[in-house]
Structures are given as structure tokens and as C-alpha cells.
């Protein structure tokens, strides 16, 4: 591969349809459903986030999955290079490589917190779920013994170091082997698994938990519930749920070969994605409500709140156990994805081989791990800064490019006559037009909720009163 100039197509791509459909599909199901769509759902309270969620996944990461898919396999580069060879073919500034730069950053920002998520579950699973939880009398004294015992897993330094190292060469191998050895190859075993336990522990949820409260809190849509912070929450877990604007669906679109379908490829992403995220919430509530727990719990829910509900349920520890394995294998696919943004940059533009960009970048993100893998409050803020700002920003930066400065024969190429009428409308006026107004009202919003500003008195009309 050269490394200086421009550089050399992919040579690696996906063996089948099918097998880039499981990477995919594996890389868009992790934690940002199972963990972050549940927890930021209750926080929401139900019903009206989700419909947000569901609007921006079909209208905004629906038509960003097909053009970052587009933009990769037109050019076959890694995203900062797709843009900017594409942007050379459309007679424009290599400067909007930039957008690409902000994506690929949001990935890397991403995979650093989580790994230390991920490291979390395999400690759960690795020293057990089990802590006596109906010993404690009373369900708040329940909550506490399970807080407790959370903060004795994640202090414990020699395991969560270890859990952390583990994790990560695992992402750092499947990555280092290469498309077809590595990422195609797990993910034909890991999703497939990842949805038979997935069916199976709704299937428990079902019968031992609250299901019908479950599913009237998701579909019971309260406006009044509705802020401009929770708009942007939404907008930001469709993004970051389905990988738009972090470059993951144009890094793996470089591997498509020229026969796939993208706007049917795409469609059928978004839709596992949703499936997911929606039977993840049903079955996290269902057991939630059935020990009378808080679905508000934030990012607690996962940890605290369900082992305290699988430990009162009939074969509780063994679900819950299931449950922090489906966590584990969702999380490992989409960390695959998030460090093969970066590598296949390293790749192509360092001389170095792919294993030794996968080893250098997994001993980078180790060592930012490990630096604050006791620190929640850095968890929260990279969550906010990657998901609130730096995803909608890359997603806006995405859309006006592909909509506005791509020679529109390229993306008609690509995506076909019919899908790109209807495709650049949206992406020309309507995602531009909501993320600017997203990330305008919601951003203040957000930072006045967290309590990390005061907003002056002229804006309280706005935002409604400082908490």
C-alpha cells in the first residue's frame, strides 16, 4: 500500500452480501441499545422519546446510512480519503475531508468510554451477578446493596484492568485479521447468537416480568414530557445507535462490492437496529417494573436496577447472565466497527501493517481506559460531547455534502434514479435544516439540565427556569 499521494483501492471486501449485512447489522446493535437507548429512554420517560428516536432513525439515519455507504464503496478508500477523492471527483475542496476527520474523531472518542462500559459487563459476568440482593429488606434497601456492589466491582482495580486489557485485545485481534479473517468471520457467529439469546430472554421477560407495563410506558406518548434536550438526545442515539457520523457505515461501505443494493441494504440496518432497541427496552422495563424499580434510573439502570430484577425473578442469575452475555457480544461488535475506522486510515496512510495499527490503536485506547476507568463523570461527558454534538455535527456535515457538493450523477450512480429524488430532498433541506435547530436549542437545554451552566434570564422563556 502507499503511503504517500493518493492511495490505492481496498483490496480486502466482504466475501457475501450476507456477510456484510451480519457486520453491519452487529456493529449498529450494541450498547447504544442495550444500554444507552434504554436508560436515556426512561430518563425521557417513555413513550415520546421514542417516537423521536423512531422519526430520526427513518427520516435522518435511514438516508445518512445510504450516502456514507455510498461515498465508501464510490471511492474504496477509508472515510477521510472516500470524502476526499470524492470531493476530487466533483471538483471541490479536499477540505470537506474534514467532516470525515470530525466523524472518525466522535469513533475514536466513542470506543475510549466504551471499552471501559464493556469492561464493566465482562466483570459482571466474570465474578457473577449474584449478591444476595433479596437479603435486604425492602426494595430500596435492594437498589442500595446492588449500588453498593457496583461500586465494589468497578473499583477493584486488578479486575477491572484486566477485564479492560481483555476486552480490548480481543476488539484489537478480530480487527488486526482483516476484513474477511477477522470482522466477517466473528460476525457471522456473534450476531446470529447475539439474537437467538436476545429472542430467548424476551421470551423470560415475558412471562416472569411486568410486560404489559413495559410496553405502555414505550407507547404511551406524553407531549408534555417533550424538551428541546431530550429532541437532541433522540437525534443523537439514532446516530449514534445505527454508527452515522462516527464513519463506520463508510469505512465498511468501502468493502461493498458493486452489485449490492445500498438504499435496500441500508433500509434493512435501520430496521434490525430498531427491532433491537425496542425489544431491548421491552425486556430491560419489563423486569424493571416487576420489582418496582425506577426505569429513571439513568445510566444505573444497567447495572444496579437489573440485577436487582433478575435476582427476585424465578432462574433470575441465570438470565441475567444471559443478558450481560448478549451485552458483551453487542458491545464487541460494535467496538470492531469503531476501531476499523481508524485502522483502515492507519492502514492506508502509515505503511504499517493492519495488525500493527489494530495493536498500536488497542494499546492507546487501553491506556486512556485506564486513566479514567474509575471516572463516571468522564463517561457522562464524552457520552454528551459524542452524542449531542460531535455525531449531529459530522451527520449535518455528511448530509450537506453529499446533498449539495457531490456531482449529483455520483450519488444517482449509486443509489439509483428513484431512491436519490427523494433522498436528496431530505438530505439537501430537511437534515441540514433539524440538526441546526436541534443542536441550537438542545445544547443549552442539555447543559442546563446537567447543572454544568446557568442560562442568562433572557433565554428562561426558552429553556424554562435553571434547575
Not at 403 to 428: H, K, N, Q, T
Request: aromatic residues 12%; charged residues 10%.
Amino acid at each position: 500500500m502507499q503511503t504517500t499521494g493518493r492511495v490505492l483501492r481496498k483490496s480486502d471486501a466482504w466475501s457475501s452480501r450476507s456477510g456484510f449485512i451480519l457486520a453491519a447489522v452487529g456493529s449498529s446493535i450494541g450498547l447504544g441499545n442495550l444500554w444507552r437507548f434504554t436508560y436515556v429512554t426512561g430518563e425521557a420517560g417513555g413513550g415520546i422519546f421514542v417516537l423521536l428516536y423512531l422519526a430520526f432513525t427513518l427520516l435522518f439515519a435511514l438516508p445518512l446510512l445510504a450516502a456514507e455507504f455510498a461515498i465508501g464503496r464510490r471511492s474504496g478508500h477509508s472515510a477521510i480519503e472516500s470524502v476526499q477523492a470524492v470531493a476530487r471527483a466533483s471538483r471541490a475542496s479536499e477540505l470537506w475531508g474534514g467532516a470525515a476527520w470530525l466523524g472518525s474523531m466522535s469513533s475514536f472518542f466513542i470506543l475510549t468510554f466504551y471499552c471501559v462500559i464493556s469492561s464493566w459487563i465482562l466483570a459482571f459476568l466474570v465474578l457473577g451477578l449474584s449478591a444476595d440482593y433479596s437479603a435486604a429488606s425492602g426494595g430500596e434497601a435492594a437498589v442500595e446493596a446492588a449500588s453498593m456492589r457496583f461500586d465494589r466491582v468497578t473499583s477493584n482495580v486488578p479486575v477491572m484492568l484486566s477485564c479492560l486489557g481483555g476486552f480490548v485485545g480481543m476488539v484489537s485481534l478480530v480487527v488486526g485479521l482483516g476484513v474477511k479473517r477477522g470482522i466477517e468471520r466473528v460476525s457471522l457467529v456473534l450476531t446470529p447468537v447475539f439474537f437467538i439469546l436476545l429472542i430467548s430472554l424476551l421470551g423470560f421477560a415475558a412471562l416472569d416480568g411486568d410486560f404489559p407495563a413495559a410496553l405502555s410506558f414505550i407507547v404511551d406518548i406524553q407531549t408534555e414530557n417533550f424538551t428541546y434536550a431530550m429532541m437532541l438526545e433522540a437525534l443523537g442515539q439514532s446516530f449514534f445507535a445505527t454508527g452515522v457520523g462516527a464513519c463506520v457505515m463508510m469505512t465498511y461501505g468501502a468493502y461493498l462490492p458493486r452489485d449490492t443494493n445500498i438504499g435496500g441494504s441500508a433500509s434493512l440496518i435501520a430496521g434490525a437496529d430498531t427491532v433491537v432497541a425496542l425489544v431491548s427496552a421491552l425486556t430491560v422495563f419489563s423486569l424493571v417494573f416487576a420489582t418496582g424499580g425506577d426505569p429513571g434510573a439513568g445510566p444505573g439502570l444497567f447495572f444496579i436496577m437489573l440485577p436487582v430484577g433478575f435476582d427476585a425473578l424465578p432462574l433470575g442469575e441465570l438470565f441475567g447472565s444471559v443478558f450481560f452475555l448478549i451485552a458483551l457480544l453487542a458491545a464487541l461488535a460494535s467496538a470492531i466497527s469503531l476501531m476499523e475506522v481508524s485502522v483502515s486510515w492507519l492502514d492506508e496512510r502509515t505503511g504499517v501493517t493492519r495488525g500493527g495499527a489494530a495493536a498500536g490503536l488497542g494499546f492507546a485506547i487501553f491506556m486512556i481506559g485506564a486513566g479514567y476507568l474509575f471516572s463516571r463523570d468522564y463517561i457522562v461527558f464524552m457520552d454528551f460531547l459524542t452524542a449531542s454534538i460531535m455525531l449531529p455535527l459530522a451527520g449535518g456535515a455528511t448530509a450537506f455534502f453529499c446533498g449539495w457538493v457531490v456531482d449529483r450523477a455520483i450519488m444517482e450512480a449509486e443509489l439509483g434514479p428513484r431512491i436519490y429524488r427523494v433522498w436528496s430532498v431530505i438530505v439537501r433541506w430537511i437534515i441540514p435544516t433539524v440538526i441546526a435547530a436541534a443542536i441550537g436549542l438542545g445544547v443549552p437545554d442539555k447543559l442546563q439540565n446537567q447543572g454544568w451552566i446557568e442560562l442568562p434570564a433572557v433565554l428562561l422563556n426558552v429553556f424554562g427556569p435553571n434547575r
